[in-house]
């Protein structure tokens, strides 16, 4: 299943700012375990749309194991960019249910990261609070677009049905026009045929 243009373009995009990242940056450390996380996160993002779900648990479970692997939680800026793009997108493009469903179960399962490695001095409350109010964002205005476009689109779909309506009484009205002048014509011809014959 071949990826969208944009949303291939938007995961190597990610993916260069990943590299970047990591090679200016001197905090981020160890170097090895941003990248090898980084990048298949990023690049599950191509398939944001056709397979939100999914990508947003890949992009979680990266993140959790670059925290595992000791990279700090407060320096690469890619992962949080990725779960707040796979939040956003799963918010669009799922059904409410789905929807709800995938942001508890990324913060869940964050939760259980941060847990897990509570180890590391860098790791706080406020940590995983950040993130879940910047993916809490991203999926409000998910859900926000979603029910526009869905209103858009019954708009649209109303704007249609009646177009249609008025198109076929236009056509109907034509047809009685043109019965009423037949039946005129048709009845002028009778006396005129009438009054010859008179004559």
Not at 95 to 114: H, I, Q, S
Not at 136 to 149: F, Y
């Given at each position: 299943m071949k990826p969208p243009r944009n949303d291939l373009l938007l995961a190597l995009g990610v993916m260069v700012l990943a590299g970047l990242e990591v090679g200016v940056n001197d905090a981020i450390e160890p170097k090895w375990a941003a990248l090898v996380t980084e990048l298949p996160l990023a690049l599950a993002l191509a398939w944001r749309r056709r397979l939100p779900l999914v990508v947003l648990a890949i992009v979680a479970l990266g993140t959790g194991l670059e925290w595992s692997l000791g990279v700090s939680v407060a320096?690469?800026?890619?992962?949080?960019?990725?779960?707040?793009?796979?939040?956003?997108?799963?918010?669009?493009?799922?059904?409410?249910?789905?929807?709800?469903?995938?942001?508890?179960?990324?913060?869940?399962?964050?939760?259980?990261?941060?847990?897990?490695?509570?180890?590391?001095?860098?790791?706080?409350?406020?940590?995983?609070?950040?993130?879940?109010?910047?993916?809490?964002?991203?999926?409000?205005?998910?859900?926000?677009?979603?029910?526009?476009?869905?209103?858009?689109?019954?708009?649209?779909?109303?704007?249609?049905?009646?177009?249609?309506?008025r198109a076929v009484a236009v056509a109907e009205e034509r047809a009685r026009i043109a019965r009423e002048l037949h039946d005129v014509i048709a009845h002028s011809v009778s006396v005129m045929v009438v009054q010859a014959e008179a004559a």
């Open positions: 320096q690469p800026l890619v992962p949080l960019l990725a779960l707040v793009i796979a939040t956003y997108s799963v918010a669009v493009n799922e059904p409410l249910r789905r929807a709800v469903l995938g942001f508890v179960l990324v913060n869940a399962g964050l939760a259980v990261a941060l847990i897990h490695i509570r180890g590391h001095s860098d790791i706080t409350v406020g940590s995983f609070a950040f993130g879940t109010i910047i993916c809490g964002g991203a999926w409000a205005a998910g859900l926000v677009v979603r029910s526009r476009t869905e209103h858009a689109g019954a708009l649209e779909r109303e704007t249609e049905r009646l177009e249609t309506e």
